[in-house]
C-alpha cells in the first residue's frame, strides 16, 4: 500500500480533465472532467472516446450489489442522482447495478504528477512521472528507457480492514473503436488491450494473495459479474475482489505502442520502439519500474509542494506540464532523433513560437532537445526571401489601409486591404523560419509551414520576422543555459545570416534602420507579417511599428551580441549591440507621459489606444540569459544607458497597466488582459508577463500589485477548471487561449509550460 | 473519353451505398446513398465517415458560378431544394457557392464493377473490377498484383463540346480524420492524402491538354477558387478545367495502404505489402494500369448482362460482390498467405457459417482460398470435445424447458433454462471448428471463437455439430470443384476424424443413431447448441431434432461418402451413406399429409407450428458437387431410395410453402420468409432457396411459383435501396438480416454472395 503523499485536496471545481501523459509517445490518458468520455488518445490532439469505470461494489465479482464508480463516462450525471439511468439513452431499463459517486464525495489531490480522487469507499491515483530525458543514444540505457517508457501508472487502493465482507474493485474501459482484447499470455497477466496500440496491465498487491481477474461484456457491471469473458464485448476490465481485514493496491500499467513509420516526407518512428517491439513489452516495462515510476512521481510532487509558488501557481505548472508531456512526440527519423512538441488541438508539428516559449521548460529537463529543433529548422524548415521595400503609392495606401478588428475570437481577421506587390520593390531579405514543420504528423514540404500563406493581412499571414527572433533567442537561451559554445561555433554561418537577416528587415527601405521590423517579406505577397498574437486583436496583429515587436527585436539583438561574443566576433557584437540600442530608443520614444507605451506606434491606428502586457515579453530572454549566469543585477546591459532606459520604461509601463485604477488590464474576475482591448487572453504569455513583472521588474514589491497579480492567478485556475461541458476548458486539459474566462481555442495545449519560470530563484 | 457501357439505368431508389471495394484490401469507397458521409473505410466494418463533393461549376476555377454536385455529404438535403443550405448546422449563413443536384436529375448504372452516376452536367463512374486471385508465389506476378492492388478507379466525364466558356469539374474530399497532405512529388503528381493510408491521384487525360488541378481549404467551394493550397484544411480536391468544345475524362486512382502488423496473436500485414511499399506506389500502380482495370469492369459487368438473370437477380448479385470484396482481406503472416472474409458490420474473422456460403463465390473466382480456409481451421481454430449425453432427470428438465422466443429482431433470447451440467454424462464427441478467428484483427485464442459462449441456450452459444457440416461441406465443394485430390488425401486423418465426429453426436446417447445431432457439445456446459440461424426464431434456434440441421448432416454425410469415395475407402463411405440415409429418413418421416414438415421434430415444441424455407438448404451441396461433375441429374445418391424420397419429401415441402395461397413464406411485399412464424429474414439464406428450389427441384416450372419468386427478387432489391437514413440498409450497402423489409442487422455484410449461385448453369 502506498502511503499517501501530503498534496492538499484541491479547493476548486474538481471536475477537470488532465492529461496523463508519458513523455515523447503522443499519448495522453485524459480523465476528471465528469459526464464525458476521455481514456486513452493517441496522435489526436484531444481527449479520448471512451467511458472509464473506476469503482468498488460490496461482496465478490458475482454479488448483486451496485457497482459504485467515479463519474468518468458519457452521461454520468452526477449531480442530480447517486444512481445513474440510461433510460434516455439505450433501450435498456435503468441501469440498478451501475451507480456514480456524486461530486460532494470526491476529493482530488492535484500534484506535478499524481492525480488522486478519493471516494468514501476506494482511492484512485494516476501517477505521471517525468524523468531527465538524456541524448538517445546506445549508452543512454535505463536513464533513456525511463524517459520514453509510453506508460503511466494508475492506482487503485481499497481499504477493506474494518470490512465484514469482501470487496470488488474494478477499472474497465468501455471502447468506442472496435478491437478489444484480452492480454492473457496463458494466465501469467492480466490485462486488456485495444488491438496493438493501448493497453493495461495489472500488477497484482504484493502484500496480499487475492488475484486481480479480468472481465470483457458490453457494460462493466455485466463484465464483472460473467465468469466468461466475451471477446465480442467492448468494455473489458480488471478487477480485484478485497477480503475482509486486507487493504489492497491494485496499480495498473497503462501503456500505448504505435509500431512503423507514422509520418510523412520525413518519415518517423517512435523512438520508443527501439527499446520495446510491442505493446506487450511496454507494459511489461512499466510493471518492473513500477515502484520506481511511483517514487519519481512522489519525489517530483514534493518538489513543487516545497517552491515558493502558491497553490494557485501549482496547479497551472502541474496542469502544464501534464499537456506538454501529451503534446510531445520523439521519434527516429532515419537513426537520429527527432524531437517535436505538437500545437495542442490544432497538432502543427513544432510551431516555432510555441517552441521559443517552451524553451524554458526544455532547457531545464531535456536540454539537447532545443538543440536538436535548432537545427531541424535550419535543415528543412528555414528559407530565404526577399523584403518588400513600399513605392510612395504603397506607402500611402498602407497608410489608408482601415485596420478593422472587433473581438472575433478565434475567426481569422482582416486588418485592412492587401496591398499589390506590384507596388513594392524587392530586396534582399535573408534567413528565417518556418512557422511550424507541418500538422497531424505530416511534414510540410521543406520550406514552409503549414499555416502560413501569402496574400494576407491577417490570420494565416507570414511570421517572418518573428520567428527569426524565435530562433536568435531560442539559440542564446540553448547556449546561455548549457554553456555549449562548441555548438555555436558550428552554427556560425547560421548566427551570421540571422544577424543579417533581421538587420535587412528593421529598415526603413530607405537606408534608415529601426528598431521593430519595417519591412514584410515578400513571401506575404500583396499581405503583410503578422505576429504569434494572429487572433487577439489590432495591437498584436502586425510586426511593423508594434511594441511587442520592438521589444522582441531588442532581445533578440542582445542574443546576437551575446552569440558573437561567445564566438569572439567584436565587429558583430557590436553591430548587435547598435541594433538594439535602436530597438530600445523606438521604445522608450513611445513612453507617454501617463506612463504607457501605445501597443502600435503608427498615428491612427486603434492600436495607439491599447495597453498591451506583452510588451514586457522580450525582456524575459534578457532576464533568463542573466539568470543562467547568476548575474541577473549586474549585467553590463543594466548599465548602458539605451538598455536601462528601455528597461525603466517598460517597468513604468507594466507598472501603469497593473496598477491600473480602472483595471483594463484585468478581468471582472481578476485574470489578466494582455491588451485592454481585446477579451482575448493567453495563459501561457500571461505566465511569461507576469515572470517579468514579479521577478525582473520586482513590481509586486508593491503589495496592491502583489495582490492583484495573486487575484489573478486564483482567476487563472478557475479559467482552466470552471467551464463544464465539451466546449468548456475543464474538458480541454489546459487551454491556453481564454475569451472571458472561458476556452476559446488554443486548447489541449502544450504551451502553459511558460509557467515553469516561475520555479527560477 | 469512355465509351458508356450498356448497363440499362436503376429503376429503383437511386439514393443508396455501394462498398466500392478492392479485393483483400478490407478497404472500401463506399458512396452513393443521399445525405450521408462514406469515402473511405479501411478495416471498420461501417460506411467510412467523410463528406464527398464531386461536381461541376462554369467557368475556371476562380469563377463566382456555384459548384453543383453529387449529394454525398452529411446533410444534403436534395429532396427539398436544388440550393443546399447549411445554415442549420453551422454558424455560417447559407452556402450560395455549393449547390447539389436534386433526385430527379441523377441517374445510376450499377453493373457488377461499374457504378455510374450521370447527370445533367457530368457523370462519375467507380469501376471496382476484380481479377482470379492466383496463389501469391513470387511466380505469380502481374496477374497477382492485378488481384490484389488496393485500389479503385474512379472517372469524372465532362462534356463540354457544346459549351461556350470552360467548366470545372472537382472531386474533394472532407475528411472527418486529421492528416490530410497533398501529393506532390514536385508537381509530377496531382492527388492527395490522408496519412500514409488513404489517397487519390489524378489521372489526366491524354486526349486533352488541359492539366488537373490540386486544392485543399475547408470546403471544396472556396478550396477550388482559391490559388493557394492551406495545408491546414480538412477538404482536399482534385479538379480540371475543360475548355469549351472539349470533352475531359478524368480518371482518379483511389487507393489504400496499410503497412506493418495490422492483427494480433497471428501476426499479419498486408499481403500487398510484400509488392508496394506505400500509398503512393499503389497509386503508381493503380494510375499506371487504369486502361487494364476500366476494360475488365467493363468485361465483368457485360458477363453478368449476358447472364439469363433478371435485372432484380443481377442487381443482388452486384450489390453482394462489392459487400462481399470490402470485407475480405489477404494477410501475409510469417510468410505464408492467410485468407480472411470479415463479417461486415460484426467484422468477426472468418466466420465458418459464412465461410461455408461463401463457398460457391470463392470456388468460382479463387478456390485456393477455401483451402487456405480449410487447413487454418485445422491449425489453430479446431478443437476436440466431449458430447453430453443426459441423464434421465436431465431428459426430463429438456422436456419441460420452456421455449419463448418471440420476434425480437437481433436481441439474444433464451430460449429455455439451462440444465446442469452435472446431469449429463460426458462421452468423447470428436473434432469441430470454432465459429470464427476472432474479431477486428484479434485473432482469438486458438481453439476458441470471439462468438461462443458456454452455459447458454441461445444466441451466442456453441454451434459445435453445425460448424462440423461446415468444414466438411466445404472440404467436399472444394475437391468437387477443383479435383484436388491431393489434398484430400494429406486431410484424410481429419476427414476421418470428421466423420468420428459427426457419428458421435448423431445419436441419443442410448446407442441409437438419428439423423440429425442429438448430443450437445460440453462446450456448452450447462447450455445447448444453436445453429446459425442464431437470430431467427425457434424455429432455426435448437441444433437438436432440427429439420435444417437434418438435412445439413444429410449432406454432410454424402460429403463424407464423397471424400472417402475419392480416398478410395470403401469402409468408411458405406458408413457414410448409412449415416446419410438415416438422416434422409429422419426428415422423410416427418412429413405432414398436407405436404409440409416442421422445422423441430419434437412434439409440443412451437417449432412445429414453423414452415421453414432452409429445409431445402442442405440440397445445395449436392446439387453443387454434382454440377461440378455435369451429372446432376444422374447422380446415384438420386437413385438410392432414401434419397430420393429425402429429395422428393423436400420438393413437397418447398412446393407447398412456396405455393401456400396464405403466402406464410411472404411477406406482403412478395419478399421470402424464411420461417412462417418470423418477421426475420436473411438475404444470403434465400438466395441459397431459390437456387435449390429454382435449379434442383424445378419449382418455377410451376408459373404461380415462378411469378411469385420473381416478385420476391424485385422486393428484395427494395430491401437493400428503399429504407433510407443512417440505420436503413440503403446506407448499409447490402444487409443480410432484414425485418419487415428493413435491414435489422448483419449490415454491410459479405455472404449475398450465394447469389452466384444464380450464374451456375
New interface residues.
Given amino acids: 500500500m502506498s502511503k499517501t503523499t501530503d498534496i492538499p485536496f484541491f479547493d476548486g471545481n474538481v471536475s477537470f480533465n488532465a492529461q496523463h501523459a508519458a513523455l515523447g509517445a503522443f499519448f495522453s490518458f485524459t480523465c476528471g472532467h465528469f459526464g464525458t468520455r476521455g481514456g486513452f488518445g493517441l496522435q489526436?490532439?484531444t481527449p479520448g472516446n471512451q467511458d472509464l469505470f473506476i469503482g468498488v461494489k460490496d461482496g465478490d465479482r458475482f454479488s448483486r450489489s451496485p457497482l459504485k464508480v467515479l463519474p468518468f463516462f458519457e452521461g454520468a450525471a452526477t449531480d442530480e442522482a447517486a444512481r445513474y439511468d440510461v433510460e434516455k439513452k439505450t433501450a435498456d431499463a435503468a441501469r440498478p447495478m451501475l451507480q456514480v459517486h456524486r461530486r460532494g464525495e470526491i476529493r482530488r489531490q492535484y500534484g506535478l504528477a499524481t492525480d488522486r480522487w478519493t471516494t468514501p469507499d476506494f482511492s484512485f491515483a494516476l501517477y505521471t512521472p517525468f524523468f531527465p530525458l538524456p541524448e538517445p543514444t546506445p549508452a543512454a540505457g535505463e536513464a533513456l528507457r525511463l524517459a520514453i517508457l509510453p506508460a503511466i501508472i494508475g492506482e487503485l487502493t481499497i481499504d477493506n480492514t474494518a470490512g465484514a465482507g469482501p470487496k470488488t474493485a474494478i477499472f474497465a474501459i468501455n471502447f468506442t473503436d472496435?478491437?478489444?482484447?484480452m492480454l492473457?499470455d496463458a494466465g501469467r497477466v492480466v490485462g486488456f488491450?485495444l488491438?496493438?496500440s493501448m493497453g493495461v496491465r495489472a500488477i497484482p498487491d504484493p502484500q496480499s494473495s487475492a488475484r486481480p481477474l479480468h472481465f470483457m461484456r458490453w457494460t462493466p457491471e455485466s463484465g464483472v459479474a460473467d465468469p466468461?469473458t466475451?471477446?465480442?464485448g467492448t468494455c473489458p476490465g480488471i478487477g480485484v475482489t478485497v477480503p475482509a481485514g486486507e487493504r489492497y493496491t491494485l496499480r495498473l500499467a497503462i501503456g500505448a505502442h504505435l509500431?512503423?513509420?507514422?509520418t510523412?516526407?520525413l518519415e518517423g518512428r517512435y523512438l520508443y520502439t527501439r527499446e520495446w517491439p510491442n505493446l506487450e513489452a511496454v507494459l511489461a516495462a512499466a510493471a518492473g519500474r513500477a515502484d520506481v515510476l511511483v517514487a519519481r512521481a512522489r519525489e517530483l510532487d514534493a518538489e513543487l509542494l516545497a517552491s515558493r509558488l502558491s497553490p494557485a501557481q501549482q496547479f497551472i505548472l502541474a496542469h502544464a506540464a501534464r499537456s506538454y508531456h501529451g503534446s510531445t512526440q520523439l521519434l527516429d527519423v532515419g537513426g537520429e532523433p527527432f524531437w517535436i512538441v505538437n500545437e495542442g488541438e490544432?497538432?502543427?508539428i513544432n510551431t516555432l513560437d510555441l517552441s521559443v516559449d517552451q524553451v524554458f521548460w526544455e532547457l531545464k529537463h531535456n536540454p539537447w532537445v532545443v538543440r536538436n529543433l535548432l537545427e531541424n529548422f535550419v535543415r528543412h524548415y528555414s528559407y530565404v526571401d526577399q523584403v518588400k521595400v513600399p513605392t510612395p503609392e504603397a506607402i500611402e495606401r498602407i497608410r489608408s489601409q482601415h485596420v478593422a478588428s472587433a473581438d472575433v475570437h478565434n475567426t481569422p481577421r482582416t486588418l485592412g486591404t492587401a496591398v499589390p506587390l506590384e507596388l513594392f520593390e524587392l530586396r534582399d531579405g535573408g534567413i528565417s523560419f518556418c512557422h511550424d514543420m507541418?500538422?497531424?504528423?505530416?511534414f510540410?514540404?521543406f520550406g514552409?509551414?503549414?499555416?502560413e500563406?501569402?496574400?494576407l493581412v491577417g490570420c494565416?499571414s507570414y511570421m517572418t520576422a518573428e520567428q527569426l527572433c524565435n530562433w536568435i533567442l531560442m539559440a542564446t537561451c540553448y547556449v546561455a543555459k548549457t554553456g555549449d559554445v562548441d555548438w555555436a561555433r558550428r552554427q556560425r554561418h547560421v548566427i551570421d545570416a540571422c544577424h543579417r537577416s533581421l538587420q535587412n528587415r528593421c529598415t526603413t527601405g530607405q537606408g534608415e534602420y529601426v528598431g521593430s521590423p519595417g519591412l514584410d517579406s515578400g513571401r506575404c505577397r500583396s499581405g503583410s507579417e503578422i505576429t504569434t498574437y494572429d487572433s487577439l486583436d489590432h495591437s498584436l496583429a502586425q510586426t511593423r511599428n508594434n511594441l511587442y515587436m520592438a521589444v522582441k527585436v531588442w532581445a533578440s539583438w542582445y542574443g546576437l551580441y551575446r552569440l558573437h561574443e561567445h564566438l569572439g566576433d567584436r565587429a558583430m557584437s557590436e553591430r548587435a549591440e547598435v541594433g538594439a540600442a535602436q530597438a530600445a530608443r523606438s521604445v522608450t520614444t513611445q513612453l507617454r507621459p501617463d506612463g504607457w507605451i501605445p501597443a502600435v506606434f503608427e498615428p491612427g491606428n486603434p492600436g495607439q489606444q491599447s495597453r498591451i502586457l506583452p510588451a514586457i515579453e522580450g525582456l524575459v530572454y534578457v532576464l533568463y540569459c542573466c539568470g543562467c549566469e547568476h548575474r541577473v543585477h549586474r549585467d553590463d546591459w543594466h548599465l548602458n544607458a539605451d538598455h536601462a532606459s528601455l528597461i525603466a520604461a517598460l517597468r513604468t509601463h507594466a507598472a501603469t497597466l497593473l496598477g491600473d485604477e480602472q483595471q483594463r488590464n484585468n478581468f471582472a474576475d481578476g485574470g489578466l488582459r494582455l491588451s485592454s482591448t481585446s477579451d482575448n487572453s493567453w495563459m501561457s504569455k500571461i505566465a511569461l508577463a507576469q515572470h517579468v513583472a514579479r521577478r525582473l521588474l520586482r513590481l509586486d514589491e508593491d503589495p496592491q500589485i502583489r495582490e492583484r497579480l495573486e487575484r489573478a492567478d486564483r482567476a487563472h485556475v478557475a479559467w482552466q477548471t470552471e467551464p463544464q461541458g465539451k466546449s468548456g476548458s475543464a474538458y480541454w486539459a489546459c487551454s491556453d487561449q481564454i475569451v472571458n474566462g472561458v476556452a476559446a481555442g488554443s486548447k489541449y495545449y502544450p504551451r502553459i509550460v511558460t509557467s515553469v519560470l516561475w520555479m527560477e530563484e
Avoid at 259 to 262: F, I, L, P, R, S
Avoid at 438 to 442: K, L, Y
Fill in positions: 489526436i490532439g472496435r478491437g478489444t482484447r492473457d488491450a488491438g496493438r466468461s466475451h471477446l465480442l509500431d512503423g513509420v507514422v510523412t516526407r490544432y497538432v502543427m507541418g500538422s497531424f504528423n505530416q510540410s514540404p514552409n509551414s503549414s499555416y500563406l501569402s496574400d494565416f
